[in-house]
């Protein structure tokens, strides 16, 4: 089955640090990969994805992801940290053809000032 | 541009009642999800739906009952709510499969069941 792993449920960071938030799936086909993010007390928002082709993924508000099948990561990072990152950070997965992402279990991000 | 809305946003019920939360988009969009997010879990699909008049289950579906009989509503039902059911749970909508598609998502909407 499809399954997403996100080690560490809680990630501090200074403003202007850099921001990294791990994803690990399990998947015997090559995925679909996809960061979503939360900001408090609303629905998800897409920040990016990965299909296909390029394995280095841009998204908003200056986040990206790498896709590395042979570490089967998908880790998120962004240069420098701002205040409005703070915000849960959700990696989801899903198996072509499928029609529903799964989860993981979401990384809450604090920016200390 | 209202996207997607849930209503109502906050509820609180008794064991052993029923409520019926409603989904509704603008987009014209074909797939809705209904998921439930609990603390440290993230969130879990309970039922979605690949267009008008069908359903599917979903990892947690068990308690629940979902109908879409128009293409812009997607309702989940609790027919006898637990306090087990007590989560926020969000609405979403995508043109296209999730492989292909973005997910849109509500604000949620908060249930206490006591």
């Known amino acids: 089955a499809q399954s997403v792993t996100q080690l560490g449920s809680h990630v501090s960071v200074s403003e202007g640090a850099l921001v990294l938030l791990r994803c690990n799936y399990s998947?015997?086909?090559?995925?679909?990969l996809f960061w979503y993010v939360q900001y408090p007390n609303q629905g998800l928002q897409l920040l990016l994805k990965?299909?296909?082709?390029?394995?280095l993924v841009k998204g908003i508000n200056g986040f990206e992801a790498e896709f590395k099948k042979s570490e089967t990561s998908f880790h998120l990072t962004k240069p420098s940290a701002h205040m409005s990152d703070a915000a849960e950070y959700f990696c989801?997965?899903?198996?072509?053809?499928?029609?529903?992402?799964?989860f993981g279990s979401g990384t809450r991000l604090q920016v200390q000032p | 541009n209202a996207g997607v809305t849930q209503t109502p946003k906050f509820r609180v019920l008794k064991t052993g009642q029923s409520m019926t939360l409603l989904c509704a988009q603008d987009?014209?969009?074909?797939?809705m999800y209904w998921y439930r997010q609990d603390p440290g879990m993230g969130l879990r699909l309970i039922h979605y739906?690949?267009?008008?008049?069908?359903?599917a289950k979903g990892e947690v579906p068990d308690g629940y009952n979902v109908s879409r009989l128009k293409k812009q509503n997607f309702l989940l039902g609790l027919e006898s709510a637990a306090p087990s059911q007590t989560s926020v749970y969000f609405c979403?909508?995508?043109?296209?499969?999730?492989?292909?598609?973005?997910?849109?998502f509500g604000e949620g909407s908060r249930l206490t069941v006591l």
């Open positions: 979403a909508s995508s043109s296209s499969g999730a492989d292909t598609g973005e997910l849109f």
């Open positions: 998947s015997s086909v090559p995925p679909y």
């Open positions: 990965y299909t296909t082709g390029a394995t």
């Open positions: 989801a997965v899903v198996k072509t053809g499928r029609r529903a992402l799964t």
């Open positions: 987009m014209n969009h074909e797939y």
């Open positions: 739906s690949v267009g008008e008049g069908t359903t």
